[in-house]
């Protein structure tokens, strides 16, 4: 079992910045998945936004989030960041972290896949 935690959500005003942090367990095997950020705005569906293989390597955007947010992955810490400049509050959304061993990037970070683990969730509000 792969434990994801979410963390670095919160409210900030429009333009702002936040970074998120989905951290896996001590141990290899958190670096031998892909891992996605995906988001579910009140009243919609859940969607892809970003992704990054096991090794860092290959990262994909979403148009919606492209040039404004940056994942990236320190394999040591076996955490990815997702950091999310000039937000706007169309933004404001759940924002989960998922794994696949999948390349995730080859499938631009899908919507509805078969993740093998899910973070909690955190909250980002965008306010204007």
């Known amino acids: 079992q792969l434990q994801l935690v979410e963390s670095g959500g919160g409210e900030v005003q429009s333009g702002g910045s936040l970074r998120l942090s989905c951290t896996g367990p001590?141990?290899?095997?958190?670096?031998?998945?892909?891992i996605v950020w995906l988001r579910q705005a009140p009243g919609k569906e859940r969607e892809g936004i970003s992704c990054?293989?096991?090794?860092?390597?290959?990262?994909y955007y979403r148009n919606a989030v492209k040039g404004r947010f940056t994942i990236s992955r320190d394999l040591a810490r076996n955490t990815v960041y997702l950091q999310m400049n000039s937000l706007r509050p169309d933004d404001t959304a759940i924002y989960y972290c998922?794994?696949?061993?999948?390349?995730?990037?080859?499938?631009?970070?899908?919507?509805?896949?078969?993740?093998?683990?899910w973070g909690q969730g955190t909250q980002v509000t965008v306010s204007s």
């Open positions: 998922a794994a696949t061993g999948a390349d995730a990037t080859k499938y631009r970070c899908p919507d509805r896949f078969e993740y093998d683990y």
């Open positions: 001590r141990g290899r095997a958190f670096n031998y998945y892909s």
């Open positions: 990054i293989t096991d090794d860092g390597t290959k990262t």
